[in-house]
């Protein structure tokens, strides 16, 4: 190895991996870079790549499109309530597969993974139909029901639980604890770097769950941001710094909850791609 | 141990104590949510785009049609077209990317390599980003008038309709997949790399084989199901493509970036033909499954 690592080569690693690192975040400062600036500067030649003067206009202008305020309550709510549920469902159901045998458990878990590999799109018109004889089309319900039981939070909270020794519930059993009372007060706390990996991962995935939602969300009070930005966009005349703005701001909430949790959230990843 | 089965002794008294939470009726109770909610909103909605495909859509009713979406859709160019797309990307975008994240991994595991977790979370930050927002800023780059346009002229390169031009529209949706999924790939590949033990390459090493044999003979067939299992997620992420051709192109120019999804979301919730759109599902679901079943197949059985 020694002799191999010679300059040229650390240069030339270290030019690949810094090009490719440069264009994975150019992007994003460009983007926000032109939330600052005007439609006209961003499409200047040549373009402005410093932050500009127009942040507040963007801002303004644009909550006069969608309301911000709303748009941005939608999303958390959706995301938040979706995430507590798969959560919730995730580690019951998990807990069940991981520390009990039961008659067919093997054929259930099978077809809920099977169901990990049907994709979202293939049921998506009859779910549409069951959605609108419930009455449930421009409703949050809409966006948060269908998808809380998750195939892959009830397979990685499985995966995780498997490891908790049989002892330990044995043991809260002969106390007289309950069986609920196990699963909460002893088996929940011990998963929770398991949690706050899954449940990362699934705000992130609702956060951004844009078909769905454009399919059942048509009432401009109901949208979530990645709805109403793209509604932005159909419009005549696009306003190029609103539009930066827009992106901006349903992108910083992500990035910020992944550059704060990344070892939690690169691990749950990794939990579900790499066996140990 | 005592303790349950006094209880359970107990709970054959009637019958409505039988239905009480033990440890033998505990995992149904847990269980019953989640099997409830699938049924209803995953298995029962499969189940019915299956039949709904041999229906049609009229007038707010649905009527049997037999086998009419299908010989429709084995008549439909654009269905080829969303179709042949599909395979482009396939073949083309998920082989490269695949390899491209393969090379930054094995760069980035160089034992000099130094902040290697700031390195892998800039190249993670594409994955995590909102869809639409990424799709807007990529149209936004690639417009007319948009900065790469402007970078080309700086080299003295013609401006290129990036998204107007059918050839360059596909590329535009390569390029963008690309940019959003190549460090995740790459973050899992290097897992994988950092898992291969090194007395592999000590023991090539004393025998004399080059880094590229090396690479070949070492590094290649224990990443193979790593190498699979990101390329499944590539494959099923390719079949189900929307957003990006939804902002960028809306499927176009002639249909040159239309894709099953999109071609879905038409069909169905633009022109309401929700039987042709179910016999659409069918074909994505089948794809999805042959491609999982010949990934899984070539992986072999090491790779669960």
């Known amino acids: 190895m020694v002799e191999s690592s010679t300059g040229l080569k650390k240069v030339f690693t270290y030019t690949t991996i810094i090009l490719g690192l440069i264009v994975s975040l150019f992007p994003f400062y460009w983007m926000f870079i032109g939330a600052t600036n005007s439609s006209a500067d961003i499409f200047a030649f040549p373009p402005r790549l410093l932050p500009g003067d127009h942040f507040w ?135 929770k770097p398991a949690i706050a990996a899954l ?18 969300l048509n009432d401009a009070s109901m949208k979530t941001l990645p709805v109403a930005l793209s509604s932005l966009v159909g419009l005549s005349r696009v306003d190029y710094g609103q539009v930066f703005m827009g992106a901006s701001l349903s992108t910083l909430p992500v990035i910020a909850i992944f550059l704060l949790l990344q070892k939690q959230f690169i691990s749950g990843i990794l939990g579900g791609a790499v066996k140990e | 141990m005592e303790a349950c089965l006094s209880q359970e002794k107990e709970t054959r008294v009637s019958l409505l104590s039988k239905l009480k939470l033990t440890n033998k009726t505990a995992p149904y109770y847990f269980i019953a949510p ?56 396939l073949l083309i975008q998920v082989p490269l990317m695949s390899m491209l994240s393969l090379v930054l991994a094995v760069a980035m595991n160089s034992r000099f390599i130094k902040w290697k977790s700031q390195f892998r979370v800039g190249y993670f ?37 990036w998204l107007v031009d059918p050839f360059w529209a596909k590329f535009s949706i390569m390029l963008a997949l690309t940019w959003r999924w190549t460090g995740y790939n790459m973050v899992i590949m290097l897992a994988g790399l950092q898992g291969i033990p090194a007395d592999l390459y000590e023991a090539a090493e004393i025998d004399g084989a080059s880094k590229l044999k090396q690479f070949f003979y070492i590094t290649i067939p224990q990443m193979k199901p790593l190498i699979l299992f990101s390329m499944l997620m590539s494959t099923i992420g390719t079949i189900n493509l929307f957003s ?36 659409i599902s069918v074909v994505l679901l089948i794809l999805t499954a042959v491609m999982s079943y010949i990934q899984v197949k070539v992986g072999g059985k090491d790779n669960g």
């Open chain 2, 125 to 161: 930050l594409p994955s995590v980003t909102e869809m639409v927002a990424y799709s807007i800023i990529f149209s936004l780059f690639l417009n007319d008038k948009g900065l790469l346009n402007y970078l080309l002229s700086i080299l003295g390169i013609d401006s290129v309709s």
């Open chain 1, 57 to 191: 206009q963007n801002l303004t202008a644009l909550n006069e499109q969608i309301d911000l305020g709303r748009v941005i309550f939608n999303s958390f709510y959706v995301s938040l309530s979706y995430t507590f549920f798969v959560l919730a469902l995730s580690t019951i159901t998990g807990y069940a597969f991981a520390k009990f045998q039961f008659k067919g458990q093997d054929y259930i878990f099978g077809a809920i993974l099977l169901t990990m590999m049907l994709p979202a799109q293939a049921t998506m018109i009859p779910l549409f139909d069951t959605m609108k004889a419930f009455g449930w089309l421009n409703s949050y319900k809409a966006v948060i029901i269908p998808g809380i039981a998750n195939a892959f939070g009830i397979f990685l909270m499985r995966q995780n639980m498997k490891k908790i020794p049989d002892s330990l519930i044995e043991a809260a059993r002969i106390d007289g604890c309950g069986e609920f009372a196990i699963f909460y007060k002893i088996v929940l706390p011990t998963m």
């Open chain 2, 34 to 89: 989640a099997v409830f909610l699938f049924s209803l909103f995953t298995i029962y909605p499969f189940l019915r785009t299956i039949t709904l495909s041999f229906f049609s859509y009229e007038r707010g009713q649905y009527i049997f049609t037999g086998l009419a979406n299908y010989s429709r859709l084995f008549g439909d160019e654009v269905f080829y077209q969303a179709l042949s797309n599909t395979f482009i990307y």
């Open chain 2, 244 to 279: 990006e051709p939804f902002i960028l192109t809306k499927g176009g120019p002639g249909n040159s970036t239309m894709s099953l999804g999109l071609y879905l979301y038409n069909q169905g919730f633009m022109n309401l033909n929700f039987g042709y759109a179910s016999a």
């Open chain 1, 199 to 216: 449940g990362i991962y699934m705000f992130m995935a609702q956060w951004g769950n844009f078909m769905w939602q454009l399919i059942v």
